[in-house]
C-alpha cells in the first residue's frame, strides 16, 4: 500500500537519517506491494519491448505500400555470400518457403460482382490446377474456400463480411476447418481489415497476384498467421494462362483483352484495386480466339474495365505513332496524358471478326472516348459483330459529369450518339447510370431522365451511388444525397428507362430474325437465346425442341416487353447443311490448287454480282406478293358492294311476297297448314337427334377420356369437346322444355339424360385441370390450349348472360299478362355455371397452394424468406410475358395475379409472424417488407400502395416495439451478467487487472458490453429501420445510466473502505480504478466509432437523433471515468494527509516534509503513466496539481501560525521543488498557472501593512472567487501585524468587497472556488463578515 511508503520515508526524515538507499527501499517496497515490475530494470525493458515486438508481428502482407522496397535490397551487405543467402530463415525471405502442401488437396470456390471477376475465376483455377489442386463443387468437401469478390459498391462488400461469418461458424464447427481465402478487388482494398477481422481469413490475394497464390497457401499451412499478396502489376496480363472455363457447355466465352484503368473517375474504384492499363498482345487475343472457334464457341466477349481503349505496345515500332483508331470521340478528352503508338482496338477487333465468321463478337465495358469512325466502321462492316454498344452514361448532367470527370459534357454525349446512328443505324445501346452522386441536384437529375428519355436505350444497368473510400469523391467530396431521396430518382430513371425501351422494342415485333439459341431458363426451363442486338429472345414454338445450344434460329418476333423480346420458330439453320453446300459450291469453283490465288478476285467479284440478282429477285417477289395483297383487298371492297346490293333486292323481294298474300283468298289456311307441316320437320328432327343421343353421349365421353389420357402431351381439342357437349346439353334443355308432355314422360326424359350431368361435371374437372396447368402449357409453347380454355369460359358466361335476360324478360311478361300460357316448346331452364367466378376463384387457390409450398419447402420458414421476394417477381414476370397475353385485356389477368400472389404472401407471412419471434427474426422479417415492396416496384413498375392488404397488415410498428423490447431486454440481461462477474472481480482483486497490447490495465468489459450492442446496431441497420435504431440507443442508454450509477457507488464504497479501514480492504485497488478508467474510455471510443460510422448511413432526420443518443452514451462512459479519476486523486491524498495536515506547524517549519510528498507521487504517477490511459492521465495529474496547490491554502484555516520572512521562504522552496516535479508530467504553463495560488499567499504573508490593501485587490481581479474570509485567516495569523492594525485593515477590505459581492466578475470560479475549508465570497461570507 502507498501510505506505508509515505509514512516510512516521512519517518525516515523526521529522524535525519533519510538517505537514496533508504528511499529507492520505499520504492522498491510500494513495486512489490502493487505487483508491478519495475520499469528502471534495463533487462526487465529489453524483454518486454521483445515481447511487445513479438505481439505486433502477426502478419506477412506484401503490396506496392508495406511489401519489399528497394531499401530493403540496398540495406542488405554488397558481398553476402550465396551460401549466407541461403541460410536465410523463413522470417528473413517468407516467400521462399514453398511446399507441396497443394497436392490432391480440394478448393471450392464462389464468384461475386463483375464478368471480369468470372475470368480471373478461370485463370485462378488453371494456376491452382497446375499446382496440385481439384476443385470440388460441395462446400463441406473443400480444404480450401475462396471468395471471388467485388468491392463497385458497399453492398456488395457487406454479402462478403456476411459470408465470412457463415465460413468462421462452419470453421468452428467442422471437424476438418477450410482455409479461407478472399480474392479480387476487395482483397486488395481491404487487406489489412480482412486479416485483422478476428482470424476469419487466412489468405488474401489481390487481382494481379493469383500466380502467388499456391504459395501464399504453403506459407500459411505452417504459419498461426494470416499471408497477403495484393501487389499491383504494371504488366501482368496472364496472357501465358489458359482460363479453365468455369462451364464446359457454355457456347459463349468472355476473354479478357486488357486489365486495369487509366480513367480515374472520381466515384470508381477500379484503378485502386485492378491498377492501370495494361493490354494482352493481338496475336495471343486472335490464337485464343482461334482455339476457342474449333471448340465451337458460338460467341465471344472481348472483356476489359475500359475495352476499347486497348493498346498493343508489343510491336508497335512496326506501326508509326499513333495506330489505327488512336483517335477520341469527338468532343471527349482525358485527364490523363494519352500514350501515343501501339495497336489498337479497331486493328483487334477486325481481326478477331475475320477468324471465324459463324462466332459472334461483342465486346465490354467501353468508355464513350474511345469511340473513333475507324471502329465504328469494323462494327458496321463486319456482320459477326454484334449491333449492340455498351455507351456507359453515369449522367446527363454537364456539371455533374465534371465532377465525376468523365471527360465529356452532356452535348457531347448525344452527339456521340447521333455519330454512331449514321454510321450503324440498327444500332442498339445499353448504357450505366448512376443516381445521387455527390452534390447532385433535382436539376441535375432531371436533366439525366430527359438523356435517358432521348437516348431510348434498349438495356440499362442502373443504381443509387454508394461512396468508395480512396476514390477521388471520397477525398474531395461529400455524398450528401439522401438515401431516401437516392431512392426516388433511381425510381424515376428505371421508370423512364422502362418507359422507351417497352417502346423501342415493340417495333421488333413482327419482324424476322437470327437467334442464338442458348438453352432452357434455370427456373422455369423456358427456351431463350439472344439476338444481335442484345435481346434476351425467348423461343416460344413447337420445333424448339430440335434445337441445340450454339444453333442458330430464323424467328419472327411476337411479342415485346422492356426487358425481352418472344419469338417463334420460323426455321432452323442447320450447320451442317449450311456448311456442306458451302464446302460443295466452291468445290465447283476452286477445281485446282492454284484458282485460289488466281481466281479468288474473280469469284469475289462473282459472288458479289450473285447477292445483287439475289437481292432484286427477293425484291420482286415482295412487290409482286404486295401487289396480290392489294389485288385481294380491292376484290373484297367490290364484294362488299355487291353484298349490298343483293340485300336491297331481297328487301324488294319481301316485299312483293307480303304484296302477293293479299291476291290469294285461302292464304290462313295455307299457312296453316305450312306450320303443320313445319311442326311435323321439326318433331322429326327432335325424333332423329333424340335416337342420336345416346350415341353422341358415348362419343363426347369416349373424346373426353382421351383428352384425359394424353393430357400430358397436350393433344385434345378443349373447343371440339365442349361444342359438342354444349349440343347435348341443349337438345336436353329443349326436350324437358316441353309443357305438354305428361309426368311420366319428364321421368323417363330425366333418367335418360341423367347420365348427362355427370358428363359435364368431368368435363368441368378437367376443364380445371387445364387450368391448373397454365404454367406448364405456357412453358411448352401451348398457349392455344389457354386460349380454348378462356373461349369455354367467355361462352359459358355469353350464355348465362343470355339466361338471365331470358329470365328477367319472362318475368316481365308473366308481370304484364299473369294468366298467359307458356308457350310450347319452350326450353328448360339452365342452370348458370359461372365459369368466369370459378375461374378467379381458381386462380386464387392455384396461386395461394403454389406460394404455401414454396413457403414450406423452399423457404423453409424465417430463415428463407428473402427468397421469397425472387420467387414472386420471376412468376409474376413470368406470367406477364407468358400467361397474361393468352387473356382478353377486359379480365386485367396480370393485375388478378398480382393480387393474389400478394395476398398469398401476407396469408403465409401472417402466420409466420404470429409465432414467438425471437429480435433476429423480427429484424429478418422487417427488413424482408422493405425489399419485398422494392423489388416489386423496381422489377414489375407496381407501386406499394397498389398492393393490399399491406404486409404484416400494418403490424410492423407493433413488431419494431416486439423487437426493441426483446433487444433491450437481452442487453439488459447481459449487461447484468458482465456487471456482477466485474463487481466481484472488482471487489475480490484477487489477481492483477489484464493488461492491454498498450501496457494499459482493462477489464475488457467494454468488448463483451459493445458486442451485443453492435449486434443489434448491425442486425437494425441491415433492416433500414432508422428510427427503431434511435429507440434501441435510447433503451440502450438506460442500461448504460444504471451501470454507470453502479460503477460509481462501488467506487465510492471501496474508496471509503481503502481510507478509514485499509486493514479490511483488499490490495490492488489503484490498478483495478485505472483498469476501470481505461475500459470506460475504450467504451467512448467504440460509441464514438458507431456514432460517426452508423451514423453516416442514415437521413438527416435520423441522423441527428442517432448522433445525439451516441454523444449522450459517451458522456455516460466519461462521466465514470471521470469518477474512477477522482478516486485515484482521493486515494493518493490520503495517503498525504499526515503530512498535509502539518502544514504551517512548527513540525512543517523544522523538517522537510516535501520529499516524502514528492516520493509518494512520484511511485504513483510513474503507474500512472505507465497503466492509464493519455488523456485521463493528464487530467489527473492537473487534478492532483490542483489539490496540491489547495492543500497549503486550505492548511491556513487551521490553528496555524505563519511566520513573517521564515514562511515565505520555505513556501518558495518547496514550491519550486514541486514546480520542478509536476512539469516532468505536465505542461509547464499549466503547472505554473496552477501553483500561482500559492505564490499569491506568498504575497500576501509578506505584503507590508500599507500594501495590503493594494495587494488583495490586484489579486482579486485575477481570482475573483477569493474568499475574504482566507485574507482574515492569513492577516490574523501573521506574527508581524498588531491588533488594532489588523482591525482597521480588515474594516477597509470589508467596505471594499461589499460593494462587489453583486458585479459579475465575482460571479467567476476559479481554482479558490474548490477550497474545502473556504467558500467563495458570497452569503456564507457576509453571514460571517459584515
Known sequence: MRIATGIAARQCVLAGSCNRATLRWARQASSAAGSVPSNDDPDAAAAAKAVSRAGKRRHLVFNNRTGPSLHHFLAQPLGKSAAGASAATPEEIPYMQVTDWGQGRKYYIEVYGCQMNVNDTEILMAVLNKAGYRRTMALEDADVVFLMTCAIREKAEDRIWSRLAFLKSLKTKADRAPMVGVLGCMAERLKEKLLDSDKLVDVVCGPDAYRSLPRLLSLRSTSADGVANVMLSADETYADITPVRLDANKISVHLSIMRGCNNMCSFCIVPFTRGTERSRDIDSIVSEVRGLSQQGIREVTLLGQNVNSYRDTSQSRAYGTQGYGADLSRGFSTIYRRKEGGRRFAELLQRVAQVDPEMRVRFTSPHPKDFPDELLHVIRDNPNVCRNIHLPLQSGSTSCLERMRRGYSR??????????????????????????????TEAEHQDTVSVMRAVGFDMAFMFAYSMRERTHAHRKFQDDVPPEVKARRLQE?????????????????????????????????????????????????????????????????????????????????????????????????????DDLAYRAEDLRRKLAQEKLLIDAQLNTDVRRQFDDVQEGLELLYSTSGQIGRVKTDMQKVDELCHRAQSYLSNFDRIQQISIANRNFAKADEFYRQFSEFHQQHMHVREMLTDAQENFDQGNFNLLRLHCFLHKLEDFRNSALGFTDVDIDSKQTLNQMFGGLDGLVREFEDFLWMVAGSMYDLALRSRSNVIVHLLKVVEFEEAADRAQEREREGAAAAAAAAPLSPTPSGHKAERAPKHYKKKLVEFIHTFVSSRVSEFFAQEAGGLEGITEVTGFVVDELTFVGDAVAPAFPASYYIFDVFVDEYHQAVVANTNTLASGDLDGGSILLLLRWVREYHGAIRKELSIPKDQLRPALLEGREDQLAQEYLEIASGKIREWTSNLMRSENESFVSRQDAPNMGEDGLYVTGGSIYLFEIVNQNIELVTEAQRAKLLCDLMVECNKIFQDIGKQWRELLEKEKTKQIEAPETAAEGLVDYTMALANEQIRSVVQAETIRDETGERLTRTHQERFKAELSQTMDIFMGVAEAATQTLADIVFSDLR??????????????????????TLKDYCQDFHDHLDKYLYRRLMQDLLSRFALSYVDAIAGKVKLLKGKASEKLNLEMHRASKFFKEHMDSAAVSETLNIVRILISLIDSTPAMIFLEFFSVKKQYPDLPLALIEDILSKRDDLEKQQLKTILESLRQKAKGDTGSSLAKQRTLFSKLKNYTPLGNAAKGRFL
Open 493 to 593: 430513371i428505371i421508370e423512364a428507362f422502362h418507359s422507351t425501351a417497352r417502346e423501342r422494342n415493340q417495333r421488333f415485333v413482327g419482324t424476322q430474325g437470327l437467334v442464338l439459341y442458348e438453352g432452357l431458363t434455370r427456373r422455369h426451363a423456358r427456351p431463350f437465346g439472344s439476338d444481335d442486338y442484345g435481346h434476351k429472345v425467348f423461343l416460344d414454338s413447337p420445333g424448339v425442341a430440335g434445337l441445340r445450344p450454339g444453333d442458330y434460329a430464323r424467328v419472327r418476333i411476337d411479342s415485346a416487353t422492356s426487358a425481352s423480346l418472344t419469338a417463334s420458330l420460323n426455321e432452323l439453320v442447320s450447320d451442317s447443311n449450311a456448311r456442306q453446300y458451302a464446302i460443295q459450291r466452291l468445290a465447283k469453283l476452286l477445281r485446282h490448287p
Open 1138 to 1159: 499526515p503530512i498535509t495536515s502539518v502544514l504551517f506547524t512548527a513540525e512543517w517549519y523544522q523538517d522537510d516534509l516535501l520529499q516524502p510528498v514528492i516520493e
Open 411 to 440: 452535348e457531347a454525349f448525344l452527339g456521340l450518339v447521333r455519330h454512331i446512328r449514321r454510321i450503324i443505324p440498327d444500332v442498339t445501346f445499353s448504357t450505366d447510370v448512376i443516381a445521387g452522386f455527390c452534390g447532385e
